[in-house]
């Protein structure tokens, strides 16, 4: 895995997750960037990223790439932080979730510099 | 100074165990050249599209590779790589270069062999078309993604699976008829639903196959086309390419192809057009969730209404905006890297009035071609007129 994604999600483990801000035109993102995806200025901040989310959209995988095949089924979400970012994981804890649930950010290790994003219910 | 279609051809899409990448495109080349009346002598240019060749034959440098298997050592000769819509960029590239004057006759196509790869290998090869760390890393698959959108689209208009599957039914329909089609059956509404969940909702019958193939198109100057006497019916009239965030989760509306509306908007206003004056349309129905979207992107549809479309039969072959007459990517099977090219190739036999599925008199008709799940997305238009 990229560096930059490495410490995204080691941020994460330690529980201080964070994104990008920009300073001229508000919208949030997520790294690697350097160039605000709205306004394209260079004015992007690192800022603290709450630790929940809303589910946005989830789907359960039947059949899978090779490093997942065994794993199968499992349930992919995209949930939405307050800040504005979306961030795609896998489901714990529960086999399905609707759109609209409140989620908690987690990651799991998966060997040296591999990292799985998860997602489980707060509820 | 315009762009003319000289010839075209693809080969029979499917399995073609013991080919090469070489093989297939020099089939696909010769026909296309043989249809244009020239030989690989008079190619000046070669823009062939190939998504996963390194990962499926261990093989780059495709352009040079190709450009000698087909004859056309003098040409030169590029590979373009936009993941799914490969071929599209090059048939850019070629017109481009036509229209810039540098050169008076190119082939562009594209091909990609899939079947002799496992398909847990295939799988993992074409995810190599979403981001990697944020998508692929967490066992997103293709078909994932897409069902994300279909989840998202269905919960945003109400609209159900059985209208997904529609899809499916027209194309499936279509291809029953086009000879060169992978899968030439028919299937029905309930077949779809009880067919093998791939990432909810989305089944078995919603995914196009794995498909071996290839195609080209030959494209020459108005000026070299009149002075060697070469009758063509079918002119480039505008294109337009355009991206978007590479992942999913980075866009503001799941259930909305942004790439595809700017490219859209681009190619109608080069082709001095609108959506209304589209008579025959090739778009990317890599699932079926894939072809509603894009008719509401190509402004076929307003946003919401696109289910409405199969269901209806107003995108079937005698219906007010005819949608891949060819069987789609659905049907018609998806060589990823030659697929705008395969696109190009029935538009062109539509307007020229030889398709399988003819419809009445066309004189406009569009290709729409996606890489990844949105993040590129090239739509060409034709017309007829010729020189």
Known sequence: MQPWFVEFAERIDDGDPFYLACEECGAAALPPRSVCPDCGTQTLEERSLSGTATVAASTTIFSSIPEYADDTPYTIVIATFDEGVRLTGQLRDVEEIDRGETVAVDVESRGEDAWLVTFAPTG | ?387
């Open chain 2, 1 to 387: 100074m315009s762009v003319q279609i000289a010839g075209v051809a693809s080969t029979p899409f499917g399995e073609h165990p013991g080919s090469s990448t070489r093989e297939l495109f020099t089939d696909a080349a010769l026909e296309a050249l043989e249809d244009a009346s020239l030989s690989p002598a008079a190619v000046e240019e070669l823009y062939v599209g190939n998504f996963i060749g390194d990962l499926t034959d261990d093989q780059a440098h495709v352009g040079a590779m190709l450009a000698d298997a087909i004859g056309a050592q003098q040409a030169a000769s590029v590979r373009t790589e936009s993941a799914c819509a490969s071929a599209s960029s090059a048939v850019r590239s070629g017109v481009q270069a036509l229209e810039a004057g540098d050169a008076d006759v190119a082939v562009v196509g594209g091909v990609e062999l899939m079947s002799a790869s496992g398909l847990g290998e295939v799988t993992d090869a074409l995810a190599n078309a979403a981001d990697n760390e944020y998508e692929n890393e967490a066992g997103l698959t293709f078909p994932g993604i897409y069902a994300l959108m279909a989840q998202a689209y269905l919960h945003e208009f109400d609209a159900t699976q059985a209208d997904l599957a529609a899809v499916a039914v027209k194309n499936y329909e279509n291809g029953v008829s086009n000879p060169l089609a992978q899968r030439q059956e028919e299937t029905t509404v309930e077949r779809v639903l009880d067919s093998p969940p791939i990432a909810t909702p989305l089944n078995l019958g919603d995914c196009c196959p794995i498909t071996d193939g290839a195609s080209a198109a030959v494209l020459v100057s108005d000026a070299f086309a009149d002075e060697h006497g070469l009758e063509t019916t079918v002119t480039f009239a505008g294109s337009g390419q355009s991206s978007d965030s590479l992942a999913l989760q980075d866009r503001p509306d799941l259930a909305r192809t942004r790439a595809a509306e700017r490219a859209a908007e681009d190619a109608y206003e080069r082709a001095g057009i609108s959506a209304d004056d589209v008579d025959v349309v090739e778009l990317h129905d890599c699932f079926t969730i894939a072809e509603i979207l894009a008719v509401e992107s190509l402004g076929f549809f307003e946003r919401g209404e696109g289910a409405r479309g199969a269901v209806d039969g107003e995108t079937a072959v005698g219906g007010r905006i005819p949608i891949n007459t060819s069987g789609g990517l659905l049907a018609k099977g998806h060589p990823v890297g030659a697929t705008g090219v395969a696109q190009l190739v029935e538009i062109t036999k539509q307007l020229e009035g030889r398709h399988p599925n003819q419809i009445d008199d066309p004189s406009v008709g569009l290709t729409h071609t996606v890489g990844g799940s949105g993040a590129s997305c090239v739509v060409n238009v034709l017309r007829t007129g010729g020189a």
